[in-house]
Structure formats: structure tokens, C-alpha cells
């Protein structure tokens, strides 16, 4: 990946964890192409990004459960760079509800944006970079994926553990390629998504976790928990533990 025409694209980048690394990436000198459904807040993070770093941000409307949407603006991108390096498929929820208690429209979006949004956004990308023959494609999943969960956490533990099939999947599919492929599992980082949640184990603030995040990606490896510590090695708890013990744990 050459240092002076690095792209990235980033959906869900209005705010969280999106515009955290918007952030981090402009600060290592990335141009950025950024999408999200608020317009406003894109508008402020290009202002702010293009004179503190220098660097060229565009920005877009996008709702990914609009899934034409989804290809046109990602191509778009593509035109106006020329070329992306890596795309981040980032956007999603955290909305949930018990199963089987009259909540079904609101785990549906769940699984629908978190899931079926996101191959779309797949889709899109890889259809750029197999155009271009490079590229990395990096997918947001969630330290929940590991295990399925209870309560709020069910539908959406279960729409991140597709999501992180899904990037395996392709990654499995371009092994032979100069296309890489990274799957990221993010513990618990506090957010203004998150702002009003009670504290959480091992939580960092979005300041520290967007760092963690974007330097995991410098890496491009296969696959990373974010932070390292303690979440590789719950990664490995939460899949052997009896499953008694992880209902406990939320």
C-alpha cells in the first residue's frame, strides 16, 4: 500500500467507533471517503479532519439497508480516489430484546443492518478491489460473536458471529490474492452509543479503543481482538466455558 495515495473508506462514520478512526487514520495521513446516514455530523468530522490533518475527506449520505445505495456510493468513492485501499465495514447497531418477547421488528433491523447491510457493503468492496487487484477489507464483529449470549444480546451476539463467517469466508476465497481480508472483534468500548450503559468489564474509553482499532488494522492480519489484553484471552474463555458460567457473565 503506497504511503502518499492511501484511502480508506469508512461507513458508519458519523460517530463511535466510525469517527474514531476517522480520526486516527487522518492523523496517519489517509484520505478518507466517510458514509453515514447523518449528513450534519459528516459534514463537521470533514471540516474538522481536512484542516487539523491536511488531507482530503469526502463524505456521502448512506443508509446501508439501502443496498443499491450501498454500491453506488461505494463506487462513487472509487471514481473520486481513483482508487480505495481499504474499506471498513463498520456500520451497525446494538439494539436487541429478549427473544420471544413481542420484539421481533427490533431484532430483525438488528440482524438486517448488522448483517445482510453488511454483505452488501462486502459485496461492494470486493467487487472494487477485485477490479483493482489490491485492496483490504476490514469487518467490524464484536467480542459478543464468540458465544452465543442472552437476553438484549442474543440477535445481535448472532448477527456479529455471521458477519465474522462472512469475512472468513471471503478471506478464504481470495487466499490467493493480493487482497487481504481482516476480521476485528472489539471488546467493550465506551461510546456515546453507550454513553448511558452501566459500566463494563475491561471497558476503555473511544479515544483509547479507536487507537487499538486502527493500529490492529495497520497489521492487516487475519483476524485480531481489540485490545489484545484481556480480550484474546477471553476470546478463548467465552468458547470453552460451560455455558451456565457465560449466562453469569451478562
Not at 429478549?98 to 433491523?109: C, E, K, P, V, Y
Amino acid at each position: 500500500m503506497t504511503q502518499h495515495s492511501r484511502t480508506v473508506l469508512i461507513t458508519g462514520a458519523s460517530s463511535g467507533l466510525g469517527a474514531g478512526m476517522a480520526r486516527e487514520f487522518a492523523a496517519r495521513g489517509y484520505n478518507l471517503a466517510l458514509c453515514a446516514r447523518r449528513t450534519e455530523r459528516l459534514l463537521e468530522l470533514q471540516e474538522a479532519l481536512g484542516k487539523a490533518f491536511r488531507v482530503r475527506v469526502e463524505v456521502r449520505a448512506l443508509d446501508v439497508n439501502e443496498h443499491e445505495q450501498v454500491f453506488s456510493v461505494f463506487n462513487e468513492f472509487a471514481q473520486i480516489f481513483g482508487s480505495l485501499d481499504r474499506i471498513v465495514v463498520n456500520a451497525g447497531i446494538g439494539e436487541g430484546r429478549r427473544i420471544g418477547t413481542g420484539h421481533f421488528a427490533i431484532n430483525r433491523r438488528t440482524a438486517e443492518t448488522n448483517f445482510i447491510a453488511a454483505l452488501a457493503q462486502c459485496e461492494a468492496a470486493v467487487e472494487i478491489f477485485r477490479r483493482q487487484n489490491t485492496g483490504h477489507l476490514v469487518v467490524i464483529s464484536s467480542m459478543s460473536a464468540k458465544r452465543g449470549l442472552p437476553k438484549h444480546l442474543t440477535a445481535y451476539a448472532a448477527s456479529k458471529a455471521a458477519v465474522a463467517h462472512l469475512a472468513e469466508g471471503i478471506r478464504a476465497d481470495l487466499l490467493s490474492t493480493p487482497i487481504r481480508v481482516s476480521t476485528l472483534f472489539p471488546g467493550y468500548i465506551r461510546t456515546e452509543l453507550n454513553a448511558g450503559a452501566k459500566k463494563l468489564p475491561f471497558e476503555i474509553s473511544e479515544e483509547v479503543g479507536c487507537k487499538a482499532l486502527v493500529q490492529a488494522i495497520e497489521r492487516e492480519p487475519s483476524s485480531a481482538c481489540v485490545p489484545g489484553w484481556p480480550w484474546a484471552l477471553m476470546g478463548v474463555l467465552m468458547q470453552i466455558l460451560p455455558l451456565r458460567w457465560i449466562v453469569r457473565l451478562n
